[in-house]
């Protein structure tokens, strides 16, 4: 009896660890179906791009040291995200595609385009949404094309809502940071002078790393009138960059504002505590 049993829980075991090596093995990826969108164009080797519409001022993309950033109508570092949607449109599939020549195209949102999007001197024209599948028109070459875009009404949209939400940029080096409460500048060969204050190294760090990493959950069009501002913030980076932001509010969120772009940054009121003050106390930071 007790040899079938013993029998009985091997073979058992056997089944359970052929199923998990089933499960465990790569299944190969079903290769991609339909037609590219614009196949001639590789995201790593493209440095500009222009997005034109109707009634709207052009947008401009440069790639500058690996970053984008948008040139006009405004001039600012270019939110990732969204730059690397952008890029990944000309790879979008479209199950089939139809010559445009016989084809009312003012019915998919593309006479005139809702934008022009160039890549260089590749040009894709984007229509509207079809309404049952949520793709959208584009026109390449003379052919419509159904493709999914993860831009949704982005590129109809203002300059503004494609700025970086961060407010430096990656990897700063911060050499003077002057607030309301104080006034913080490097000193050669290391350390830092700190007016109006008393802080430790640990709580210096603790600010500047909070500058750092700080980023908005929304940018939106400053107001006209400057009158109700609470003070100045200056940041200078050793690249030889100045940003200046005014503070508009702490509460219920906080908005700081910059003034060259005419743009308002919404965090979150939390962090006014950690960017506009020394902490009480800090520990010091992992490497």
């Known amino acids: 009896m007790l040899n079938r049993r013993l029998l009985l829980n091997l073979a058992l075991l056997l089944v359970v660890i ?36 109707p009634g709207q001022p052009a947008l401009t993309f440069a790639r500058v040291n690996h970053a984008w950033h948008l040139t006009a109508p405004i001039r600012a570092r270019a939110n990732p995200a969204l730059m690397r949607a952008l890029l990944d449109l000309p790879q979008a599939r479209s199950n089939k595609r139809y010559a445009a020549a016989r084809l009312d195209l003012a019915q998919y949102g593309l006479a005139p385009p809702r934008a022009t999007i160039r890549f260089g001197k590749t040009r894709i024209e984007l229509g509207t949404l079809n309404p049952l599948n949520q793709r959208r028109y584009a026109l390449r070459n003379g052919m ?101 932001f005014q503070i508009i509010a702490t509460q219920p969120s906080l908005i700081l504002r910059a003034p060259g772009l005419r743009a308002d940054y919404h965090l979150p009121a939390a962090l006014a505590g950690r960017l506009l003050h020394l902490p009480a106390s800090a520990a010091h930071p992992a490497p």
């Open 18 to 53: 052929g199923l998990a090596m089933v499960a465990l093995r790569p299944h190969p990826q079903p290769a991609p179906t339909g037609v590219v969108l614009a196949p001639g164009i590789d995201a790593a080797t493209v440095r500009h791009i222009t997005i034109s519409r």
């Open 144 to 244: 419509l094309y159904l493709v999914s875009d993860a831009l949704s009404t982005l590129p109809e949209s203002p300059a503004l809502s494609w700025i970086s939400l961060k407010l430096l940029p990656p990897g700063a080096r911060i050499t003077a940071l002057h607030l309301p409460t104080l006034d913080l500048r490097a000193k050669a060969p290391s350390g830092w002078t700190l007016a109006h204050a008393h802080a430790s190294a640990a709580q210096i760090a603790a600010l500047l790393d909070a500058w750092r990493q700080a980023h908005a959950l929304r940018i939106t069009p400053a107001a006209r009138s400057t009158a109700n501002t609470q003070g100045d913030i200056r940041v200078g980076l050793a690249d030889g960059t100045q940003l200046h």
